[in-house]
């Protein structure tokens, strides 16, 4: 059994509950007050997603200031079970329009019931694709329950389609694709400047507005595509002279046919109607690091510190990254600090114990520095020394892969043969950019 | 998309006190139930959630049953919603309302929208009423023939559901065998995925019952039915694949080339991006080829990657769910992600529970190649400002360095740790170099030099004290001033754990052997304060060196200081056994918790923690609230077998004086008393003792010494015990002038136990358990929850009496307290006696 959840319970922070929805009748009604005793109210809250209370497991998940927590009484699958919540609150995110917190659930407790009873019947996950569900529980609905009445026989049809994720019959005045590819890198560098470790997470998000039953094809210039493409038409590639990648892995959406892309290597696939995530992979071979961060830190007695950074943007000069923010530790006691900055601007923020460095228009192949002292208020008792977190870095660089990763062709196929407007993107961000000092 | 203006701003009632808002929405419902007025249903729908709102937060509203059913004769799909979800929620307490709602609901049953089918069909099924499952048969007979497929994936649900209300009506309508059609035919692959979710549970609790039934069971493994799926598997969504796979995963291929073509059958499934199909198409590889020992490992290569993305994608959560099953895997092959490590050091802000998983993973994977960059590694978070987990990675490089070969480069790291002179680091490395000398004796040269340089103030923790202790013991003629850090540490022999008093017993007899001039003073208190300990453990010890060194000085270094050799392997926590039954039920929660599931799932391996519905007042202190009975229990016992009959009457007197948690104290008064004579005894007969060697005996001389000296103090700790005469009388009359007369000695409240308050349904009860324990009682009063007594007391050796005053709330389970007595020196011991008298009852 994948997961029999016997119930689910969405709680706030202080242990109220703002849904609750029983599946099954095998766990005691008082299981959320377990689950406030011997989780919430402990110091256990956040060392362990997965409890063992009673004979019940609790799943739980922060997501803003809400907690979800899923009861089973079975050996029921981890996996499964938190891929489900997080399915379901995307479903929900994309019914109230972005938001998931305290107040849109209060807001919408009605339409959250609804679609509970619908994502899951007696703890079994059955439809959670927004795509569909939308089709037959719409806010329209409540509104004029007889104008809706007309669609719905036909979207429980499409519940259980064959092309489970498209509608039949679209059309669109305008037929245009968008493709963005958005890559976050993550870098661990210690002290010496050494790459400890170092990768790419990219995945490729696509917004379609396609008449019809489309047929789409993508070629990137990752290695194995190129081989391949080269080998079955029997000749050398065709004069593709630029980087080739290579993916370390690669997930689809469902919609990729997948026999094909392990035969022929390409990404072909009929796309849902609008946004969807096509792919995921993830590299960790030949990364481009777009800052090397060059940090300095003196202890100068017990009150006084030098801090100077240095950063570098190591893309090209006509580039230039978006919402640079660099933040160094400093200590705790940190009375004072001064400093200058040749770019951008800085600030003391004593709450995270750190300088944030902002820079707002970030170009190429520039380095600009911080230089500041710090002045700390002498302690007795603070006898150990100062452990320095790592340096972080947050940043948006547009038209960038860390990757290297390039759109080769994007081919859309249609019956009817219309003409359509392509555009790609390229956007490389921060993930988890630490320095160690 | 927002939601309806009005309605937006809901304000959530912070907390109604429920009844007067209940029969306001009573009146306003009946309004409105008759009324054709346009716009009714929009105040209709503001009704129902208020009233739906209040049911979230626990306000009972079953009252509005009938209204709230008189309201749902509307077209509106939301309302029927709002209503089916209240109905669903109070038929169970309200059987005989439900039935009110049979009548409408079979009727949108059959209404033409199948969405209204469907719902309708939902809702009845989830009645949970057990006299009303004869409706539900017809519905769910014509819903599973639906032309629709929606009704139909609900009819499906709805036959498992009336299975668990009635299994025999659910047979007898002979729905299983309707699944099993539906599921082999079925057009819609979520009629086909319910078909299976419902048929696995209701043939798997019949197959107890049935034969046909556990056939049934074999059936959905055997090969036909696994291709029908398998081929159409791509139908299926995220979560119906899931359970196929899993079904898959059980299934035993009769040839190999089946094996291999089902595997390239699945390969692309690889790369779905839901990470649970992910895992569970790994489960299927892992067991098909269990019994090809080169395909296995192919295998391992080529999930290898899937995994890695699995672990740095997703939220913390998911990735804690794929750690755990990596580790499981690593344990079996560590060498798959050996050159991968990178990819489990840790970030900065990640949650503790993913980086104590991935500390675990760089334990695993270390090998000769990649030590010394793990290592160093680990020693950076040695620095991290999240302790535990500072804690961990110390850990984590002293159980490498026990794996390890090449340890050199490991042990200046450990001993570098020492001198970091953080408390809690200290800690860890002092443990881990005591178990790395315990492996390795030849780095005790290196090791030595820097422990001796830690000052024994400066370790707190019991464990690293221990160890400490142990190396100090074990070293003794390397470090020049041992003995004086273990005379120092003996002189604060009560500040320390029982844990580090056995300790340090053993490593002053093993100091004394090496260096027996230096040691023996030591010797002599630690032996005297050691059978003077209150602990079990330490007592027996004590008195076991003791008796060893008075038999023969020789034999107890034999026994006490053997040569030892060095431990190979240390003991390996799980047996394989457990391993294999844990890999068995990969991607479960077995993983998780690393045990099999019976452990966790069987009511018999669980703890003595159990949900009680009746109860509910569920405390962090139920568990130690079971134990504590079950304790002074078993000291009662014993006591009773070591004294005589007569003297039962004190040692009753003795259990009622030793509070809630005096257990353990009270047992050791009892036999400090026989044992500190016989060792007296022991003393005087060694004194006889032919030649002990001139050393020794000169050392017990000194011993003598030390015990005679701290011996008086010793019988001085077991408390004065307080005895109370069983057959106490006074009249009333009496009682009421020294009540009047005595001024109020004591006045306090104390707690009863939960089960005390609750077994304190009248007066009666608790006049009887008193009066075990030589209260009497002599004027009682009052009703749950508010009760009022009069006790007294009198002195087993003198006339001179206690009398009590006790107001007892069972409801917040506090007692009020005035004692008085006419020997005021010993009102605090009586009441003493007397609350924890009161805090026992209801255990026994």
């Known amino acids: ?437 | 998309m927002a939601p309806p203006a009005q309605s937006s701003r809901y304000p959530s009632p912070s907390q109604p006190s429920g009844k007067g808002e209940v029969s306001d929405l009573r009146l306003q419902l009946r309004q409105l139930a008759g009324s054709r007025a346009p716009g009714v249903d929009d105040s209709k729908r503001e009704l129902f959630k208020k009233v739906i709102s209040y049911m979230t937060i626990g306000i009972d509203v079953s009252s509005l049953f009938g209204e709230m059913v008189m309201c749902s004769v509307t077209p509106d799909i939301v309302l029927k919603k709002m209503c089916y979800l209240y109905v669903g929620n109070y038929a169970k307490v309200n059987p005989d309302l439900a039935l009110l709602t049979i009548n409408f609901l079979q009727r949108d049953c059959k209404d033409q929208d199948p969405m209204i089918r469907g719902l309708a069909l939902r809702s009845l099924s989830s009645l949970r009423v057990a006299n009303l499952v004869e409706y539900l048969v017809g519905p769910l007979g014509s819903g599973l023939k639906d032309n629709n497929a929606y009704v139909r994936t609900v009819a499906v649900m709805g036959a498992v559901k009336l299975y668990h209300i009635s299994a025999s009506t659910c047979i007898d309508a002979d729905f299983p065998a309707t699944l099993k059609h539906l599921m082999l035919n079925d057009s819609d692959s979520q009629v086909v995925v319910n078909c299976l979710f419902a048929l696995q549970e209701i043939w798997n609790s019949e197959s107890s019952k049935s034969e046909e039934a556990t056939r049934e069971k074999e059936g959905l493994i055997s090969k036909p039915f696994i291709y029908y799926l398998l081929n159409r598997l791509r139908e299926f969504n995220e979560w119906g694949q899931c359970l196929v796979l899993e079904l898959v995963a059980k299934y035993v291929p009769s040839d190999t080339n089946e094996n291999f073509d089902i595997m390239n059958l699945l390969e692309d499934r690889l790369q779905h991006a839901n990470g649970a199909v992910v895992l569970a198409t790994i489960k299927v590889f892992l067991q098909l080829t269990l019994s090809m020992a080169d395909v296995h490992q192919e295998v391992y290569e080529r999930i290898k990657a899937p995994l890695l993305t699995l672990v740095s994608s997703g939220s913390p959560e998911q990735s804690y769910a794929v750690l755990s099953h990596l580790h499981l895997l690593v344990m079996r092959a560590p060498y798959i992600f050996a050159s991968d490590y990178k990819h489990f050091y840790c970030q900065y802000n990640e949650p503790s529970y993913v980086k104590k998983l991935k500390l675990e993973m760089l334990t695993a994977v270390a090998n000769e190649s990649n030590t010394y960059e793990i290592v160093t590694e680990l020693c950076e978070y040695a620095a991290n400002v999240d302790v535990p987990i500072a804690r961990e990675s110390i850990r984590a490089v002293g159980k490498i360095a026990l794996q390890q070969y090449d340890v050199n480069a490991i042990v200046d790291r450990l001993l570098q740790f020492l001198e970091m002179e953080k408390d809690y680091v200290t800690a860890e490395a002092l443990v881990l170099v005591k178990d790395l000398l315990r492996k390795y004796p030849q780095w005790s040269h290196d090791c030595i030099a820097v422990v001796g340089n830690i000052s024994s103030k400066n370790v707190q923790e019991p464990k690293a004290k221990a160890a400490l202790i142990w190396m100090l013991g074990e070293y003794a003629q390397d470090m020049d001033d041992a003995p004086y850090i273990l005379e120092s540490l003996v002189e604060n022999w009560e500040e320390d754990a029982p844990e580090v008093r056995l300790h340090l017993l053993t490593a002053i007899m093993k100091c004394f052997f090496r260096r027996p001039p230096e040691t023996q003073k030591a010797l002599g208190i630690a032996l005297a304060a050691g059978v003077a300990d209150f602990h079990q453990d330490v007592h027996d010890r004590a008195l076991f060196y003791y008796r060893l060194l008075q038999y023969d000085v020789s034999s107890a270094e034999r026994v006490v200081n053997p040569p030892k050799q060095a431990v190979s392997v240390f003991a390996d926590t799980q047996s394989n056994e457990i391993k294999d039954r844990i890999f068995d039920e990969f991607n479960s929660l077995s993983v998780v918790y690393q045990k099999p599931s019976y452990m966790f799932t069987d009511k018999d391996h669980r703890g003595p923690f159990e949900f009680s519905d009746e109860i509910g007042n569920l405390t962090v202190g139920v568990e130690s609230e079971h134990e504590v009975p079950a304790t002074s229990v078993d000291a009662n016992e014993t006591s009773d077998l070591l004294l005589s009959t007569t003297e039962k009457e004190e040692t009753r007197a003795m259990v009622a004086n030793g509070s809630d948690y005096t257990a353990p104290l009270y047992d050791s008064s009892s036999r400090a008393l026989p044992s500190q004579g016989q060792s007296e005894l022991a003393i005087t007969s060694l004194l006889g003792t032919s030649d002990p060697g001139p050393q020794a005996s000169m050392a017990i001389d000194d011993l003598l010494m030390g015990l005679d000296l701290t011996a008086p103090p010793a019988p001085a700790s077991a408390p004065p015990s307080l005895k109370l005469n069983a057959r106490a009388a006074l009249d009333a009359g009496s009682f009421q002038r020294k009540w009047r007369e005595l001024p109020v000695a004591i006045s306090q409240e104390c707690e009863l136990s939960s089960q005390g308050a609750a077994a304190l349904t009248s007066a009666q009860a608790l006049l009887q358990h008193m009066q075990g324990n030589s209260i009497q009682c002599i004027a009682s009063g009052g009703q749950s929850p508010n009760f009022k007594f009069f006790f007294f007391a009198q002195k087993a050796e003198e006339p001179s009496v206690f009398l009590v005053e006790c107001k007892i709330n069972t409801s917040t389970a506090k007692a009020q307290l005035n004692i008085k007595a006419e020997d005021q020196s010993t009102s605090h011991e009586f009441s003493a006696l007397f609350q924890s008298a009161l805090s026992r009852f209801g255990m026994s």
Not at chain 1, 278 to 294: A, D, Q, S
Not at chain 1, 324 to 332: D, R, Y
């Open chain 1, 1 to 437: 059994m994948p997961v029999a959840a016997s119930a689910i319970y969405f709680l706030n922070l202080r242990g109220d509950v703002l849904i609750n929805r029983l599946y099954r009748d095998d766990v005691g009604g008082n299981m959320v007050d377990a689950f406030r005793m011997h989780i919430m109210q402990t110091k256990e809250l956040g060392t362990c997603p997965v409890r063992q209370i009673g004979g019940c497991s609790f799943f739980y998940m922060r997501i803003s200031n809400v907690y979800i927590v899923i009861v089973v009484s079975s050996n029921a699958n981890v996996a499964c079970a938190f891929k489900f919540v997080v399915e379901a609150v995307a479903l929900f995110k994309s019914y109230f329009g972005g938001a998931f917190d305290e107040d849109a659930i209060r807001n919408n407790f009605v339409l959250i019931y609804e679609l509970l009873d619908e994502i899951m019947d007696f703890g079994y996950p059955q439809n959670l694709s927004p795509e569909i569900l939308k089709l037959y529980i719409t806010q329209e609905g409540v509104r004029s329950p007889f104008s809706s009445k007309k669609p719905v026989p036909n979207a429980t049809l499409q519940v259980t389609g064959a092309v489970g994720w498209r509608r039949e019959g679209l059309a669109y005045k305008k037929n245009e694709v968008f493709l963005d590819i958005v890559e976050s890198v993550n870098l661990l560098m210690s002290s010496k400047g050494s790459v400890l470790r170092c990768d790419v997470t990219g995945k490729i998000l696509m917004k379609c507005f396609l008449s019809g039953m489309p047929d789409l094809k993508l070629g990137l210039n990752d290695k194995i595509g190129l081989e391949k493409e080269s080998q079955l038409k029997n000749r050398p590639t065709k004069r593709y002279h630029g980087k080739t990648i290579e993916l370390d892995d690669v997930t689809f959406h469902q919609c990729v046919n997948l026999t094909r892309f392990n035969s022929e290597k390409t990404v072909s696939f009929v796309p849902p109607d609008g946004e969807f995530e096509l792919m995921k992979y993830r590299i960790t071979e030949g990364v481009n690091l777009p800052f090397r961060v060059l940090p300095t830190i003196k202890e100068l007695g017990r009150t006084r510190m030098e801090v100077n950074v240095k950063v570098k943007s190591v893309f090209g000069a006509k580039m230039f990254a978006l919402g640079v923010v660099i933040k160094i530790p400093v200590p705790k006691q940190t009375a004072k600090t001064s400093f200058q900055v040749t770019s951008g601007r800085a600030k003391y923020n004593a709450s995270i114990d750190c300088l944030v460095w902002k820079i707002r228009k970030f170009p190429g192949q520039t380095e600009p520095t911080l230089s500041a002292e710090i002045e700390l208020i002498s302690t007795i008792a603070e006898k150990k020394s100062w452990t320095r977190p790592p340096i972080q870095m947050e940043f948006q660089v547009p038209m960038f892969t860390a990757s290297g990763l390039r759109v080769r062709f994007l081919k859309v196929w249609e019956k009817s043969g219309y003409n359509t407007v392509e555009w790609v993107r390229y956007i490389t961000k921060a993930g988890s950019y630490e320095v160690r000092c």
